[in-house]
């Protein structure tokens, strides 16, 4: 069967997660309704998918794939088809063919994320639903000096949501992460790793926020590691700021091609 890897880009807002919910709009109902349409008469798998994001998280590149039996002529057609049925919100970017073992979630070696933060003692008319408003003074000089901390392969038990890991494993690998200024008001985190568990990104800016604005005298990103213990961190952020970047794949090259989006 024909595998085909899609890019994918939405507004959290308009959705509760990328995953298929009972009576809830989700990233996966929406694009597989379409399918329902236009692939009707070629029977097709459902969507895997590289990160299963959360209620109002937004991907401007993710990656999932899905298999038919018929290959897929067109891929132009294919796009503006399946985007024509589309709900305000989600757009399909970009497709190409992959081998037949390639699978979205499985296959992936990285994701990256970023994190936008609005600076500012007053409110933006464009924050609501896509960053986080900071308020309060911010010692982004600090900030900074954690994030090296961070990098490697570690236990972030401290950095993700305590239920969803109670007997579980919870060491991964930040390969990369980053504070970006893009003006005087606005920065985003950036960081890449090998994987996240639930909340991790939210809690992981929150905590270097809470480090920043001096909630704790000592307590720096390596001590709040060592304890393993979530109540030792700091806030979760809501969703709003975060967005998923880029799905990484080390065993399959075609992937670069397909943040190679096509112009006019």
């Known amino acids: 069967m024909p595998n085909y890897a899609l890019l994918v880009e939405y507004d959290g807002t308009h959705f509760y997660?990328?995953?298929?919910?009972?009576?809830?709009?989700?990233?996966?109902?929406s694009i597989e309704s379409a399918f329902a349409i236009v692939l009707k008469t070629n029977p097709h798998s459902h969507l895997s998918v590289a990160g299963r994001t959360d209620t109002g998280v937004h991907a401007l590149g993710m990656v999932c794939n899905f298999k038919t039996e018929i290959p897929i002529p067109?891929?132009?057609?294919?796009?503006?088809?399946?985007?024509?049925?589309?709900?305000?919100?989600?757009s399909v970017k970009n497709m190409v063919e992959v081998p037949a073992e390639f699978h979205s979630r499985f296959s992936c070696t990285g994701r990256e994320y970023i994190y936008k933060l609005?600076?500012?003692?007053?409110?933006?008319?464009?924050?609501q639903g896509r960053a986080y408003w900071v308020r309060s003074h911010v010692d982004w000089e600090k900030v900074k000096q954690q994030l090296q901390i961070l990098v490697g392969e570690k236990d972030f038990r401290s950095l993700t949501k305590a239920k969803s890991m109670e007997g579980k494993r919870a060491v991964r690998e930040i390969f990369d992460i980053q504070l970006e200024?893009?003006?005087?008001?606005?920065?985003?985190?950036?960081?890449?790793?090998?994987?996240?568990m639930h909340n991790m990104v939210r809690i992981t800016v929150g905590t270097l926020l809470d480090i920043g604005k001096g909630r704790w005298e000592s307590r720096s990103?390596?001590?709040?590691?060592?304890?393993?213990?979530?109540?030792?961190?700091?806030?979760?952020?809501?969703?709003?700021?975060?967005?998923?970047?880029?799905?990484?794949?080390?065993?399959?090259?075609?992937?670069?091609?397909?943040?190679?989006?096509?112009?006019?």
Not at 74 to 90: C, E, I, R, W, Y
Not at 118 to 127: A, Q, R, T
């Open 118 to 127: 609005y600076y500012s003692k007053y409110e933006s008319s464009f924050i």
């Open 74 to 90: 067109n891929f132009h057609k294919f796009l503006v088809s399946v985007n024509a049925l589309t709900p305000d919100g989600v």
């Open 17 to 29: 997660g990328w995953q298929k919910q009972k009576d809830l709009p989700s990233v996966q109902n």
């Open 181 to 196: 200024q893009l003006t005087p008001e606005w920065y985003q985190i950036r960081i890449r790793a090998n994987g996240f």
């Open 221 to 264: 990103i390596d001590s709040i590691l060592e304890e393993k213990n979530r109540s030792q961190a700091g806030v979760t952020l809501p969703p709003d700021g975060l967005y998923f970047v880029r799905a990484y794949y080390e065993d399959h090259p075609e992937i670069h091609e397909l943040y190679k989006i096509p112009l006019p």
